[in-house]
């Protein structure tokens, strides 16, 4: 499974922007229940965003994001997007789109996942 992150660019602080996270192979369907976001801003370590359980659309979010962004998903694309609204600075970052098949509890954990984007940046103006 090989996955496409796009969408990232600059960004007033209270502006919006979509990610799109495009995923090819022909395993997607057989190794993949769930779809991430994860970020790592400069010097800190990447930290979780959001996840979809790609057949029930259950969506996961971390707290520094909740009510700002929406993680979603078209199937016959086999893509995820996250909208992210009410940017802030703190949000700058290399955003990473991953997917795996972990249990619920892991998530939110990088462990989860088996497959990774290359990662695509978002800054954020203040």
């Known amino acids: 499974v090989q996955l496409q992150a796009s969408g990232g660019g600059l960004v007033q602080a209270g502006g919006s922007l979509r990610l799109s996270c495009a995923a090819s192979g022909g395993t997607f369907s057989g190794n993949v229940i769930v779809m991430g976001w994860f970020r790592q801003a400069p010097g800190k370590e990447r930290e979780f965003v959001a996840a979809?359980?790609?057949?029930?659309?259950?969506?996961f979010y971390a707290d520094s994001v909740k009510g700002r962004a929406t993680i979603s998903r078209d199937n016959a694309k086999k893509t995820v997007y996250l909208q992210m609204n009410t940017l802030k600075p703190e949000d700058t970052a290399v955003y990473y789109c991953a997917a795996g098949r972990t249990i619920q509890s892991y998530y939110s954990s990088e462990d989860g996942y088996i497959y990774w984007g290359q990662g695509t940046l978002v800054t954020v103006s203040s």
């Open positions: 979809m359980k790609w057949r029930g659309g259950n969506t």
